[in-house]
């Protein structure tokens, strides 16, 4: 039985979402349930995850979610503006249909976060960029962009993103307007802007405090430096 090319896309799709979140633990048996499938189908897909940097396996527990460290958040960040830097200052005219596709896609951001879907609006907020590039017509760098976004949609969750969603369509909504306008440059210089704003909204909070998410939900504040904690 081979593995149905859906559960990939399906996996990476509730990552953008935010369904999924870093360090989820995937179990095979509960996939191939799920999906109706064998196991070896689901290790299948899971292993064409990991050759994608998506998840990762840990000897004797299972599949599990990345958990990008600092560095490799920065390199996603890097890698994502040099792709998408380039392809806009590569393409030589931005065709009417695919500048209609982008505003359609805008104004669904809009209106989820006008809603109360979180996950819909984490969803086409990271879709936007692969939908950019697919309309561009490069469907390779559209998939690797995809994972990329995934990615980053981990490491913002991960490092508490401040960016605010209405802040980041705004900033997609200026990029159209000005592929629209022909101005392919100051696109390109818009999207590495943006991009830019959302790797500076992260904190660096694991590495700086590894009791952060327990201190928040105790309502704990930090020690200052050479004072001992309450016993």
């Given amino acids: 039985m081979s593995a149905p090319p859906a559960i990939d896309r399906i996996i990476i799709d509730a990552i953008l979402a935010g369904r999924i979140s870093a360090g989820t633990r995937l179990g095979e048996q509960s996939l191939a349930t799920l999906f109706a499938t064998s196991r070896t189908s689901v290790r299948e897909a899971l292993i064409r995850l990991e050759a994608r940097g998506i998840v990762h396996i840990s000897p004797r527990r299972g599949w599990f979610v990345i958990e990008p ?20 200052r590569t393409v030589a005219t931005v065709p009417s249909a695919t500048i209609a596709a982008l505003r359609d896609h805008i104004r669904q951001e809009r209106a989820a976060i006008a809603g109360d879907d979180v996950g819909l609006r984490s969803y086409l907020l990271g879709d936007f960029h692969v939908c950019m590039v697919e309309a561009l017509g490069n469907r390779i760098l559209a998939d690797i962009l995809r994972d990329l976004t995934a990615r980053t949609v981990l490491i913002s ?59 928040q939900a105790l309502r704990i504040e930090p020690t200052r430096a050479g004072t001992n904690p309450p016993r």
């Fill in 69 to 88: 460290s600092w560095e490799e958040a920065q390199e996603a960040f890097q890698a994502r503006c040099a792709i998408e830097m380039d392809i806009l």
């Fill in 157 to 215: 969750a991960l490092y508490q993103s401040t960016h605010d969603a209405t802040e980041s369509c705004n900033e997609h909504q200026q990029i159209v307007d000005d592929l629209a306008a022909g101005d392919l440059d100051r696109a390109a210089a818009l999207m590495v802007a943006h991009i830019g704003n959302v790797e500076a909204g992260l904190t660096k909070r694991i590495d700086t405090d590894p009791l952060f998410d327990l201190r």
